[in-house]
Nanobody, 117 residues
Framework: QVQLLESGGGLVQAGDSLRLSCTAS????????MGWYRQYPGKQRELCAV???????FYADSVKGRFTISRDNAKNTVHLQMNSLGPEDTAVYYC???????????WGQGTQVTVSS
C-alpha cells in the first residue's frame, strides 16, 4: 500500500508564495507521473501540474508561469512552488502519483491553501 503525505499548506496573503511537498511511503514503486490537483468547494478536482519520471512537466493554464513542479525520484517526493498567489488559488490541494502497468492512481489526504486578498 502506498501513502502520500502532503505538507506546506496554510493561510497567506495575495502575492505571497507557498511550497507544497508530498512524500510517498509504504510499498513505494517507481511512479510514472506525480502531480498536484486542487479542488474548490462543490467542484471537481482539477489538474494544476504533473511531472513525469524524467522531469517533463505540464501545467494548467491557470497556474502556468506562477507554479513550478519538481520531483526527487530517489526520495519519492514531489513539490509545488506556488508564487504570486491570489484568492482564486484558495482550494484544497491534493498530491497524486500514478504507476503503470497496470495503472494505479494514489492520492494524498489534501492540504488547505487559503489566500486572503
Amino acid at each position: 500500500q502506498v501513502q502520500l503525505l502532503e505538507s506546506g499548506g496554510g493561510l497567506v496573503q495575495a502575492g505571497d508564495s507557498l511550497r507544497l511537498s508530498c512524500t510517498a511511503s509504504g510499498s513505494v514503486f517507481s511512479f510514472t507521473t506525480m502531480g498536484w490537483y486542487r479542488q474548490y468547494p462543490g467542484k471537481q478536482r482539477e489538474l494544476c501540474a504533473v511531472i513525469s519520471s524524467d522531469g517533463i512537466a505540464f501545467y494548467a493554464d491557470s497556474v502556468k508561469g506562477r507554479f513550478t513542479i519538481s520531483r526527487d525520484n530517489a526520495k519519492n517526493t514531489v513539490h509545488l512552488q506556488m508564487n504570486s498567489l491570489g484568492p482564486e488559488d484558495t482550494a484544497v490541494y491534493y498530491c497524486n502519483a500514478d504507476i503503470s502497468p497496470p495503472f494505479k492512481r494514489y492520492w494524498g489526504q489534501g492540504t488547505q491553501v487559503t489566500v486572503s486578498s
